[in-house]
């Protein structure tokens, strides 16, 4: 599988020599043992020099001895070359993508052009050349303009120009990205278009994503102060921005108060079930929320807030909440403390009914067994989404199923109920997994997946968790996942997985292993592998269930 021919030209490094062999024969590699696993598989780096690679690979098997040479030429990649001529090669704009811009915001850009030169831009802003040393080529020049209220581009392309003091030559380039300045006579504002609309505290992003502050719910007043690409950057308060993408945020047209009001009267009460706290206010304001522990409670934001509640109703009966009070800890931040009886929290819910802001609060379970537990269990991927592939070829949306299936029983052989996203090979979106868990109220939520890497080398079991709160499940089943002789690749908090995201119940990923390593996928391959994982994921909740009790 790797190299991919007998004869390639390569660039970067590292290059992995892996594939498939009879495993009951012996691998060489130019004098060198290489394990093949059971299933065939093996994998060994390769470590190359500039230049021609000779390798001698050889298969024996009794008496046959299969050769084959195979040469790999590593050739560093050229570094970046000034800018030939006297040109403007290329200009940007950052961020990425046309952006809006309010008096007072840094306009910032780059060019590569010929070095050496006068460089200006937007109404003669100088731009300077950035050293060597940080951008490995010469000729990368960089500048910034601070947006004046009399600054009026509305959709328009930025000119960058170059201009030669020896010749008096100059050269002109636009910029594909196009600027607008908000310069409009009042706030400009939006209405969240659904639920669950994503803050994200910057523009930075992964293959999961931003970092997220959080959600909102629908009809949440923004003030927008500008927009990025695909994102609009909205005022939380003096201090506090965030950004929303453009689909989840609806402008309002004509003038507009940025998001304001007075609070209103409390209640605290509940219903067996949950606790709820309902605040009053005069409109939908952006919040966001937190849990603090030691001890444990949830702190609420809400922002434009300004506090004129006399009085906190809290009726007896309450089930999970000890005590609730609130600070105006700016004139535009009104935080709101809601202090929980047990150490250990099962889950709440911020949103709105009407323009009262709810927080509703789980209660833990009447008994901490697994008896009487609801558990949502989520086989990763399914359908046209296969998720990673092994070199066997198996395929991880198959391993994730046949895994959860044994999870599903060994839950319900200890008393719990089980729900699953699918019990069979479909496709099923995100969005529906998350929906389906919320609806049906789970205790808890545990996802299945295996890993992959590029490197084949990398190997082991990891649990992840995205809530702190929730943490202590995660590390409860990387414990038990352990005992299996798999490889420790690590407690990971803070992780932006879709299914980490709720804070309705404890969330916990369980990547059980890489597909990419012929070690585990060896593992992964094996019928009675997966119940084994069934079983330690269960003595894990148990070993979670039990600590708490214990508190």
């Known amino acids: 599988m790797s190299p991919i021919k007998d004869s390639i030209v390569v660039a970067d490094t590292p290059v992995y020599f892996r594939g498939i062999a009879d495993p009951s024969g012996a691998l060489f590699l130019n004098g060198n043992e290489v394990p093949i696993y059971s299933t065939g598989v093996f994998a060994a780096p390769l470590h190359l020099q500039v230049g021609t690679n000779e390798l001698q690979v050889w298969h024996v098997?009794?008496?046959?001895?299969?050769?084959?040479?195979?040469?790999?030429?590593?050739?560093?990649?050229?570094?970046?070359?000034?800018?030939?001529?006297?040109?403007?090669?290329?200009?940007?704009?950052?961020?990425?993508?046309?952006?809006?811009?309010?008096?007072?915001?840094?306009?910032?850009?780059?060019?590569?052009?010929?070095?050496?030169?006068?460089?200006?831009?937007?109404?003669?802003?100088?731009?300077?050349?950035?050293?060597?040393?940080?951008?490995?080529?010469?000729?990368?020049?960089?500048?910034?303009?601070?947006?004046?209220?009399?600054?009026?581009?509305?959709?328009?392309?930025?000119?960058?120009?170059?201009?030669?003091?020896?010749?008096?030559?100059?050269?002109?380039?636009?910029?594909?990205?196009?600027?607008?300045?908000?310069?409009?006579?009042?706030?400009?504002?939006?209405?969240?278009?659904?639920?669950?609309?994503?803050?994200?505290?910057?523009?930075?992003?992964?293959?999961?994503?931003?970092?997220?502050?959080?959600?909102?719910?629908?009809?949440?007043?923004?003030?927008?102060?500008?927009?990025?690409?695909?994102?609009?950057?909205?005022?939380?308060?003096?201090?506090?921005?965030?950004?929303?993408?453009?689909?989840?945020?609806?402008?309002?047209?004509?003038?507009?108060?940025?998001?304001?009001?007075?609070?209103?009267?409390?209640?605290?009460?509940?219903?067996?079930?949950?606790?709820?706290?309902?605040?009053?206010?005069?409109?939908?304001?952006?919040?966001?929320?937190?849990?603090?522990?030691?001890?444990?409670?949830?702190?609420?934001?809400?922002?434009?807030?300004?506090?004129?509640?006399?009085?906190?109703?809290?009726?007896?009966?309450?089930?999970?909440?000890?005590?609730?009070?609130?600070?105006?800890?700016?004139?535009?931040?009104?935080?709101?403390?809601?202090?929980?009886?047990?150490?250990?929290?099962?889950?709440?819910?911020?949103?709105?009914?009407?323009?009262?802001?709810?927080?509703?609060?789980?209660?833990?379970?009447e008994m901490l067994d697994l008896r009487g537990l609801t558990v949502a269990v989520d086989a990763g991927h399914g359908g046209s989404n296969r998720g990673a592939a092994g070199m066997t070829g198996v395929l991880e949306k198959d391993l994730n199923l046949a895994m959860s299936m044994k999870l599903k029983g060994a839950l319900e052989r200890a008393g719990s109920t089980v729900i699953m996203t699918r019990t069979r090979d479909q496709s099923v979106s995100n969005g529906y997994r998350l929906s389906k868990f919320r609806q049906s109220e789970a205790d808890l939520l545990i996802s299945i997946h295996c890993n992959s890497s590029r490197n084949p080398l990398v190997q082991g079991v990891s649990t992840y968790y995205r809530h702190h709160a929730y943490r202590s499940l995660s590390q409860h089943i990387l414990v038990e996942m352990r005992k299996l002789g798999l490889a420790d690749f690590g407690n990971v908090g803070g992780f932006n997985f879709i299914l980490n995201v709720p804070t309705e119940f404890p969330t916990v990923l369980v990547e059980v292993g890489f597909l990419s390593n012929p070690a585990d996928e060896e593992r992964l391959l094996d019928p009675q592998f997966h119940g084994e994982v069934a079983e330690r994921i269960v003595d894990g909740v148990k070993g979670f269930l039990a600590e708490v009790d214990g508190e």
Not at 102 to 121: H, S, W, Y
Not at 187 to 200: E, F, K, N, R, S
Not at 202 to 225: F, H, I, N, Q, Y
């Open 61 to 365: 098997s009794g008496v046959d001895t299969l050769r084959k040479r195979m040469v790999v030429v590593y050739e560093r990649p050229q570094p970046p070359q000034p800018t030939a001529g006297f040109s403007i090669e290329h200009v940007r704009i950052l961020p990425e993508g046309d952006v809006w811009l309010q008096p007072g915001d840094a306009l910032q850009v780059e060019m590569k052009a010929t070095p050496g030169m006068e460089a200006t831009f937007y109404n003669g802003a100088p731009l300077f050349e950035a050293d060597t040393a940080e951008t490995g080529v010469a000729g990368i020049y960089r500048g910034e303009y601070i947006v004046k209220p009399s600054d009026s581009l509305k959709a328009q392309p930025v000119l960058f120009y170059l201009r030669d003091g020896a010749t008096d030559k100059t050269v002109s380039l636009a910029s594909s990205q196009r600027v607008t300045v908000l310069n409009q006579p009042h706030v400009l504002t939006g209405l969240t278009a659904t639920g669950q609309a994503p803050l994200y505290y910057g523009l930075g992003a992964d293959r999961l994503g931003g970092a997220k502050m959080g959600d909102l719910d629908s009809l949440v007043k923004l003030e927008v102060t500008g927009r990025m690409n695909d994102m609009y950057r909205v005022r939380l308060s003096e201090q506090t921005q965030a950004y929303i993408p453009v689909n989840s945020l609806r402008l309002q047209q004509g003038a507009h108060f940025r998001p304001y009001s007075l609070t209103g009267s409390w209640s605290v009460t509940s219903d067996s079930t949950y606790d709820f706290v309902r605040i009053g206010l005069g409109e939908r304001l952006p919040y966001t929320h937190i849990v603090q522990q030691h001890p444990t409670r949830i702190v609420v934001d809400i922002y434009g807030a300004v506090s004129n509640s006399n009085w906190i109703t809290q009726k007896e009966g309450l089930v999970a909440i000890e005590n609730v009070w609130y600070e105006q800890v700016s004139k535009e931040i009104f935080r709101v403390f809601i202090e929980l009886k047990e150490r250990q929290l099962w889950g709440y819910r911020v949103g709105y009914e009407g323009n009262r802001l709810v927080i509703r609060v789980k209660p833990r379970p």
